[in-house]
T-cell receptor, first 116, second 116 residues
């Protein structure tokens, strides 16, 4: 059972480049999330999804896009990379339902992204 | 508005000392969940505990204990007889049942350094 898998683990981008951060989970969780963590700060929500085909903005969505075509995958896309997007990105998932109302989120190991 | 405050940015202790990490939260929801996560130097997020708003019982797990007090909106975390391996960033987080997606709202974290 792999849990939540994020790729790549590290990446350096040039300003203006685009890329997709991959996230996949094998736990059949409906809810998935993308967070970013800046130095000295807690994690902030970028986007979330409550199921395939359904996504919504979080606290800091500007400069990002997401899609959720399957239950397993929730990629995060940066269209025009900017230095302010240098951060560590975490993907997470959790189950839902009456028996899972307070289940914790399962996190991937993170993607460290630098934009120069 | 919902908010999590971890007023202690950094704490340094010597091995075997007890240490308490403070967490104060704000929410208007009557049903909510509180979490603690550990982020060791390797960077992954490790789930430690969750509490729902209807369960104010304190909990002890080995050297770890948690004190939840709704009257003061606090969910403090104590490590007894600290060890070097406890060195990490610790995050307190809040999830509201009434919030779409039930994403986590994180505090900024407390960096704990335990020296031998």
């Amino acid at each position: 059972n792999a849990g939540v898998t994020q790729t790549p683990k590290f990446r350096i981008l040039k300003i203006g480049q685009s890329m997709t951060l991959q996230c996949t989970q094998d736990m059949n969780h409906n809810y998935m999330y993308w967070y970013r963590q800046d130095p000295g700060m807690g994690l902030k929500l970028i986007y979330y999804s409550v199921g395939a085909g359904i996504t919504d903005k979080g606290e800091v969505p500007n400069g990002y896009n997401v899609s959720r075509s399957t239950t397993e995958d929730f990629p995060l896309r940066l269209e025009l990379a900017a230095p302010s997007q240098t951060s560590v990105y975490f993907c997470a998932s959790r189950p839902v339902g009456a028996l899972n109302s307070n289940q914790p989120q399962h996190f991937g190991d993170g993607t460290r992204l630098s934009i120069l | 508005a919902q908010k999590v405050t971890q007023a202690q940015t950094e704490i340094s202790v010597v091995e075997k000392e007890d240490v308490t990490l403070d967490c104060v939260y704000e929410t208007r929801d009557t049903t909510y969940y509180l979490f603690w996560y550990k982020q060791p130097p390797s960077g992954e997020l490790v789930f430690l505990i969750r509490r729902n708003s209807f369960d104010e019982q304190n909990e002890i797990s080995g050297r770890y204990s948690w004190n939840f007090q709704k009257s003061t909106s606090s969910f403090n975390f104590t490590i007894t007889a600290s060890q070097v391996v406890d060195s990490a960033v610790y995050f307190c987080a809040l999830s509201e049942a009434g919030q779409a997606g039930t994403a986590l709202i994180f505090g900024k974290g407390t960096t704990l350094s335990v020296s031998s």
